[in-house]
């Protein structure tokens, strides 16, 4: 990590910093004036469905699209006016390190530490670190193009951190990809942040971003519609649901009547016949959704109703994404 950076980072704590970003193809905004500030040394999850602006914003912020207005620093030195001192700093996946198909895992990660200024030996040693980190040992002999998508995927990475950057750029790294090389892929990036390298990730999935990101910008057709830690995103639509299932279900409508007034809330019926949900609390506060959950759970023992289990969780990140957006992730945006 070079000691710009660092001088930089420390002057500001940002990594990224954004305002009013925009660009455009013809008539369409693709990103429509986004203001970003990202912490250093944190992963900063970018979340927001098919074209919502993230691999566009990506690439400004990466020096690859030159933005049509606002600004954009990277460790305090514009995009533009400073794109080498910029380049010097990050890493983007599968974009600046470019992995040869026809090449070994092993010949790859060699090659391209030669080509950034490792010795014969250091090249060598570097590599079969990586590969050894990033389950690849056994794979470090076989071409590219025989790698499965769980393979490639980490191997692009591999290649972007090489020499550890201090701002990493991860476009979708686990869109595709089975569970197990989810996680696999997850696992790389806390080893990466803990090594105290920036990482700017976008993705589709919320449970992703929940995973991994300190803070998150919900992005929808090019602009920022939230932003936040974690739980000041879910605390923003409601405290949590209670979740009651009862043992007999003919006192269904019985619970349902006591839930909406104990909770004073809107309470849904599940398609298992004895079960209930109830949204608590509103702006945020914990403990009054606790509260009420409790009195709610002992008001049901009072009028007879058993209950065979009780929950109150937070919403979930897409729960947050539907309130947010007012539709689902998956449905396009056009
Ligand atoms: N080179 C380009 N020329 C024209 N339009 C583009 C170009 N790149 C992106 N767009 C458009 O800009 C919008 C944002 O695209 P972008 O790729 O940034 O979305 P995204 O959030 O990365 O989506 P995805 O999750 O599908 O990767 C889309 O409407 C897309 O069609
Ligand atoms: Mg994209």
Redesign the pocket.
């Known amino acids: 990590m070079s000691s710009t950076a660092a001088a930089a980072r420390t002057r500001t704590g940002l990594a990224i910093e954004t305002a009013g970003l925009v ?1 455009t ?2 008539e ?1 905004r ?2 429509d004036g986004v203001d970003l500030s990202v912490p250093a040394g944190t992963v900063y999850g ?1 979340l ?12 400004m912020l990466a020096t690859l ?1 030159r933005p049509d207005a606002g600004e954009a620093h990277v460790f305090g030195h514009d995009v533009v006016r400073e794109a080498d001192a910029v380049r010097s700093r990050v890493s983007l996946t599968g974009q600046y390190a470019s992995v040869d198909e026809d090449l070994t895992g092993q010949e790859n990660l060699v090659l391209l530490a030669r080509l950034t200024g490792h010795g014969r030996k250091s090249a060598a040693a570097r590599a079969g670190q990586l590969l050894e980190a990033f389950g690849l040992a056994e794979a470090a002999g076989r071409q590219v193009k025989n790698y499965s998508g769980g393979m490639r995927r980490r191997i692009d990475i591999a290649a972007s951190i090489l020499n550890t950057p201090d701002l990493l750029f991860l ?2 790294p686990t ?1 595709g990809l089975d569970p197990r090389s989810r996680n696999q892929v997850w696992e790389i990036v806390r080893a990466v942040v803990a090594q105290g390298t920036t990482v700017l990730l ?1 993705t ?1 999935y919320l449970d992703e971003a929940d995973q991994l990101a300190a803070r998150i910008a919900v ?1 929808d057709r ?1 602009r920022v519609i939230a932003e936040g830690t974690k739980g000041e995103l879910k605390s923003s639509v409601g405290a949590g649901a209670v979740h009651v299932r009862l043992r007999d279900a003919h006192l269904r409508p019985e619970a349902e009547r006591l839930l909406a007034r104990v909770l004073d809330a809107a309470v849904q019926l599940e398609p298992d016949p004895v079960a209930l949900t109830a949204r608590v609390g509103g702006a945020g506060n914990g403990r009054g959704a606790a509260e009420a959950a409790s009195r709610a759970l002992a008001e049901l023992a009072a009028a007879g109703i058993t209950v065979d289990n009780f929950s109150l969780g937070q919403p979930s990140l897409d729960e947050v994404f539907l309130a947010l957006t007012d539709r689902t992730p998956e449905e396009d ?2």
């Open positions: 660009k193809f013809g369409n693709a990103v970018v927001g469905p098919n074209g919502a602006g993230k691999t566009t914003t990506v690439k699209l476009d979708e869109t976008t589709q992005i090019g945006p056009a």
